[in-house]
Nanobody, 120 residues
Framework: QVQLVESGGGLVQAGGSLRLSCAAS????????MRWFREAPGKQRDLVAA???????DYADSVKGRFTISRDNAKNTVYLQMSSLKPEDTAVYYC??????????????WGQGTQVTVSS
């Protein structure tokens, strides 16, 4: 089995910064794309940022210039550096990853989520 474990969430004032981490473990051969989503109360889960195995990145317009996604392939970990945080960034943040398992098949896995709260 494969697990994704997020960490780094918390309470921060507007204008502050947080760094989220998501580590994958288990029967992993390789990982293709990794992503961060967020879900605010009463809203749908939206894509925040994505990164390919080669390092190509994409961002939601609402976070461009403020958030940076990166990964450490040796550690099977994806990061989300969040700066200039706004109250509207408050949400549960989830990571997901397209994992190629030892059997050669690709599966998509989700983390359990980590709460980010930005106070005004």
């Amino acid at each position: 089995q494969v697990q994704l474990v997020e960490s780094g969430g918390g309470l921060v004032q507007a204008g502050g910064s947080l760094r989220l981490s998501c580590a994958a473990s288990g029967s992993i051969f390789s990982i293709n794309s990794m992503r961060w989503f967020r879900e605010a109360p009463g809203k749908q889960r939206d894509l925040v940022a994505a990164i390919t195995s080669g390092g190509g990145t994409d961002y939601a317009d609402s976070v461009k210039g403020r958030f940076t996604i990166s990964r450490d392939n040796a550690k099977n970990t994806v990061y989300l550096q969040m700066s200039s945080l706004k109250p509207e960034d408050t949400a549960v943040y989830y990571c997901n990853a397209d994992v190629v398992r030892i059997n050669g098949y690709e599966y998509r896995y989700w983390g359990q989520g980590t709460q980010v709260t930005v106070s005004s």
